[in-house]
Structures are given as structure tokens and as C-alpha cells.
């Protein structure tokens, strides 16, 4: 149950990195709403998830969740990069990731 809470503590903090984008652009307190619930429910998760996980492990693939999301939502959603080396790069933190997942 820990690493289903860690996998929606990285989905919450995607989106909650895509409504700082959103706020930035509407600038309307729905879109802020959003940003607290995306963020709220990412710590929210990722506290339940650090009962049972060491506080390394958690936090190291909540970021790694958090950081190639948002990057990808970015390439998806906003026209970033699409580069190969970037998607290499990403590839590599959520590669670390899922080692973190198979030595824990």
C-alpha cells in the first residue's frame, strides 16, 4: 500500500507542477485551488507512503516522479524540447527510480 501512496504522492505532485504553469497563466484563484490540491494531496500521499518507506526512498522517487513528469507534461502539453538527449535523461531518473523500487 506504501508504493501505491508513494505513485499517487508523483501523480499529485505532476499535477501540481502543470497548475503552476496554469496559475501563471489564467491567473484566477480556480486555478490556484488546483495548485493547493495538487500539491496538498502529493504531501498528503507521500506522508503516508514515509510510514512505511524510508524517508530516502520515498523522497527520492516522489522527486523522480515529480521532476520526469512534469518534464514530460511539459513536452506533452506546452511544446518544450522534445530532444533525445532529454528523453534520455528522464529516462534515466525514472530508471533510478524504479532500482530504488527493486532494492527496497
Known amino acids: 500500500m506504501a508504493w501505491v501512496s508513494l505513485m499517487l504522492a508523483g501523480f499529485f505532485e505532476m499535477f ?5 504553469n496554469k496559475v501563471h ?4 484563484w480556480q486555478s490556484f485551488v488546483l495548485l493547493v490540491i495538487g500539491f ?5 500521499f507521500l506522508a ?3 510510514k512505511t518507506l524510508p524517508m530516502g526512498t520515498a523522497y527520492a522517487i516522489w522527486t523522480g516522479i515529480g521532476a ?3 518534464a514530460l507534461l511539459g513536452m506533452l502539453f506546452y511544446g518544450e524540447s522534445r530532444e533525445w538527449k532529454r528523453i534520455l535523461f528522464i529516462a534515466m531518473v525514472l530508471g ?9
Not at 501540481?16 to 503552476?20: N, R
Open 16 to 20: 501540481g507542477v502543470a497548475m503552476i
Open 48 to 50: 503516508n507512503a514515509m
Open 40 to 44: 496538498g494531496g502529493s504531501f498528503l
Open 25 to 28: 497563466r489564467d491567473r484566477n
Open 96 to 104: 533510478a527510480a524504479v532500482g530504488l523500487k527493486v532494492v527496497s
Open 68 to 70: 520526469s513528469g512534469g
